[in-house]
């Protein structure tokens, strides 16, 4: 069942878990070429047609008898079988790991049954169906055959607190939702603000009220889980990166207790305050601890805390669970988020203010008496930037550049969320720096699903942040609409296709701006 469940949302491993199966795209079309005896040329026509390499494999899956001397006496595959193997790609590592999972790859596809399953085994390998979007109609699915009178809202609040779509399926089976928890070692989905555009917005929606006002940080939304003596932390899409902050273990595991933090992980040098985002980008992607600590120092500014010493903690109101955690942090190294009480628009504006005279992104206003809500945006928590517009967006193309950036791939088309699908919104071409392209670079080659003259095609996953001075009605684009000067702010390594912006946001983005013009 936990299998199933997982497998239905496009996932190879449990979320939390700190490897992937990591099989490249180029990896899968070579087995199947190789399984199948297709051609390049045809292959790739029949990828144009589809954009899904899974609907190829369906295609030409059927060949697969002449092209190789396979006898059939294999028995058919289970699910079972497919998770142990998929166990096996995970674990085979560095030198000849390509090879050995070369090898597993092509023994699903010859042991799989008929077109469906090949074509499946390849949409979940190759992240097809990785989007988000499928996990939430497994939940529904879920909540359809086992949520019973539990209701839909138990279900929900039960996934959002394990994060993984397996054991909500698992715990739901066994009629255990009501007991679900959250518990030291499993990541659970983190809290998220509500943007708002000005401190007089802010201080109307609370109607006034005290708040907790944080400075925004700049680095990566980091849970800290300790449990005796070991220490995991983990990011915002669930995934494991303790490898990258030693510092931040080695701190943590001096902690007298068992506990689940929450907060932001931020390059930081004493007397000289926050350093860039991009160094802890760079931090993430070094799998060596000293290297990556060569890089940059860092900071982990704690707001939260979500589990101690055996209880959970998230239902209790922010002013008691800050309590607790101020108590839990004296004498250790982790650092508390700077805060201050503020109920005012005027008071808001100046601690505003203050954060960005230190290099700060700006605020982040909690509501004292909120409980703790996984995966849940709004109503609680709201931040406040100094440029309101930016859009988070993902890559579907790519093209090779002009003048400077000749021979570079640099030049990048990218999509906003609408329903299901993608639609394109803007291209471009500034923003990130010659070593960002480089490495972007390697990225887009692994990613390149297709190619037409200069043109890529890019497999949805690359999150960038776009800052614009306007949107445009634009027949250029099949969103309709147009970014004026758009320009790169960040790769968003911490986000996936999922969390990007939606068509909707542009259209209000768009009609607030022709508010604001009528009235000037
Ligand atoms: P954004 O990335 O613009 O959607 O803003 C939300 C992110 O701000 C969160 O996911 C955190 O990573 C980050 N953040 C920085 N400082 C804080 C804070 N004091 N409280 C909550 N989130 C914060």
Not at 398 to 418: L, M, N, P
Not at 439 to 462: D, H, Q, S, W, Y
Not at 492 to 516: F, S, W
Request: aromatic share 8%; glycine share 10%; charged share 35%.
């Amino acid at each position: 069942m936990e299998y199933a469940a997982r497998f239905a949302a496009g996932r190879t491993t449990r979320k939390g878990s700190a490897e992937e199966t990591q099989v490249g795209y180029s990896a899968l079309v070579g087995v199947l070429r190789e399984v199948t005896g297709v051609t390049q040329e045809e292959l790739s026509k029949s990828y144009l047609k589809h954009g899904d390499l899974s609907e190829s494999v369906a295609e030409f899956i059927g060949r697969r008898r002449e092209a190789t001397l396979f006898d059939g006496e294999e028995d058919p595959l289970t699910i079972l079988d497919v998770a142990s193997t998929f166990e096996r790609m995970t674990e085979a590592q560095g030198k000849g790991s390509t090879a050995t999972k070369r090898e597993l790859v092509k023994s699903l596809l010859h042991r799989g049954e008929g077109e469906l399953e090949a074509k499946y085994i390849v949409k979940i390998l190759s992240k097809e169906m990785r989007i988000g979007l499928v996990e939430g109609l497994v939940e529904e699915a879920v909540a359809q055959a086992f949520g019973g009178d539990a209701g839909r809202e138990t279900v929900k609040e039960a996934y959002l607190m394990l994060g993984d779509i397996g054991l909500l399926a698992r715990e739901a089976k066994c009629g255990r939702l009501a007991n679900v928890r959250i518990e030291p070692m499993r990541p659970t989905n983190f809290m998220l603000a509500e943007p708002m555009a000005s401190a007089e917005e802010i201080s109307a929606y609370f109607e006034g009220r005290e708040l907790f006002a944080e400075y925004k940080y700049d680095g990566v939304r980091a849970q800290v889980h300790k449990l005796g003596g070991e220490v995991k932390i983990f990011s915002r899409r669930l995934e494991e990166m303790t490898r990258s902050f030693p510092e931040v273990v080695d701190a943590a595991s001096r902690i007298p207790h068992d506990v689940v933090l929450d907060g932001e992980i931020v390059a930081f040098r004493e007397g000289e305050g926050p350093l860039s985002f991009q160094l802890i980008q760079r931090r993430l992607r070094r799998a060596d601890v000293e290297e990556s600590k060569r890089i940059a120092p860092i900071r982990y500014f704690c707001f939260d805390m979500l589990y101690l010493d055996g209880s959970p903690t998230h239902r209790e109101s922010f002013r008691a669970r800050r309590a607790l955690l101020w108590g839990v942090l004296k004498g250790t190294s982790l650092q508390r988020a700077d805060s201050r009480t503020v109920r005012t628009a005027g008071e808001i504006d100046a601690f505003f203010r203050e954060s960005r005279s230190l290099g700060y992104e700006g605020l982040v206003l909690k509501d004292p008496e909120s409980p703790y809500t996984p995966g849940r945006r709004g109503r609680y928590w709201a931040k406040l930037k100094e440029e309101l517009d930016t859009l988070d967006v993902v890559m579907v193309a790519a093209e090779f550049g002009h003048g400077k950036r000749a021979g570079k791939i640099s030049d990048y088309t990218f999509a906003v969320r609408d329903g299901d699908g993608l639609k394109v919104i803007g291209k471009a071409y500034s923003g990130l720096t010659d070593k960002e392209i480089d490495e972007m670079m390697v990225r887009i080659k692994r990613l390149t699903v297709g190619e037409a003259g200069f043109r890529m095609a890019v497999r949805p996953e690359i999150v960038l942040e776009v800052a614009f001075d306007s949107i445009q009605k634009s027949e250029r684009h099949d969103s309709g609409y147009a970014l004026r000067f758009p320009r790169i702010k960040r790769v968003r390594d911490d986000k996936q296709a999922g969390d990007i912006d939606t068509l909707e946001r542009v259209r209000e983005i768009y009609e607030g701006q022709k508010v604001k013009a009528d009235a000037a």
